[in-house]
């Protein structure tokens, strides 16, 4: 009986081996998509991210408008100060490390052991994939997302272009992304002619740009625009 067959065949019970094969093609495909997309944002620029989307509705809920203000500009047209202003606040071994700095992720584990203040220990590489192809959240799942979105981009991006993408998705200010948009609202210039004071503080800002200001900076981002100006001549002598 053909359909008695058909029917006994549909209530075949759920196998750990199909369970297996099920697994290895949804890993397949998850593998093959992203592997995809990362290459992808090689070439072209990311239009927006999840981080900009949630802001904006952030904003609405607050009865303020829509905003998200960008200008994308690539590697050679950002301010060599802002690039190197950027690796001596939040990630000194950037051109060194392929995407995880141990040491950096040891002392922020030490410091938050005392209770003092949190600090995560993310490189530029973590915060760009975190940016671009992950939803903003603190979990434990997000972070293995977050991992090899990071090992990803090391791998088919390169230093040049995590920097270029990183400096022009980040959020500087409220509805205020990428190193163009801030720079054109804070100072009234095109990001390349940044001087070395004025790309330290933007990155000064960076934990909380929405709280901070780089043209109202107040004693504790001075502090750090000094860290950053001092440790910015001790890496100077990096390229990319």
Same mark, same amino acid.
């Given at each position: 009986m053909p359909g008695r067959k058909l029917q006994n065949i549909s209530k075949a019970p759920f196998t750990f081996k199909r369970f297996i094969q099920i697994t290895k093609r949804v890993l397949l495909w998850y593998f093959a998509v992203t592997i995809i997309w990362v290459l992808a944002y090689r070439f072209i620029n990311p239009p927006v991210t999840w981080l900009?989307?949630?802001r904006s509705f952030e904003r609405?809920?607050?009865?303020?408008?829509?905003?998200?203000e960008k200008k994308w500009r690539g590697f050679d047209e950002l301010s060599s100060n802002l690039k190197y202003a950027a690796m001596a606040g939040e990630d000194s071994h950037f051109l060194q490390h392929w995407g995880f700095d141990a040491e950096s992720i040891?002392? +922020?584990y030490e410091e938050n052991q005392t209770g003092k203040r949190k600090s995560g220990g993310s490189t530029i590489s973590q915060q760009t994939a975190k940016n671009v192809f992950l939803w903003p959240g603190r979990s434990w799942i997000r972070k293995g997302f977050e991992a090899y979105f990071t090992a990803l981009i090391e791998l088919l991006w390169g230093k040049k272009r995590i920097m270029e993408v990183y400096l022009n998705v980040i959020e500087m200010g409220d509805g205020i992304y990428g190193a163009e948009a801030a720079t054109q609202f804070y100072y009234k210039?095109? +990001?390349v002619r940044l001087s070395k004071g004025q790309a330290a503080l933007l990155i000064a800002?960076?934990?909380n740009p929405r709280r901070w200001t780089p043209t109202r900076p107040t004693p504790y981002i001075l502090k750090k625009q000094y860290f950053i100006l001092r440790n910015m001549r001790r890496i100077r002598n990096l390229r990319f």
């Open positions: 900009m989307i949630q609405k809920t607050n009865e303020k408008d829509w905003k998200i040891q002392k +922020a210039k095109p +990001a800002v960076l934990p």
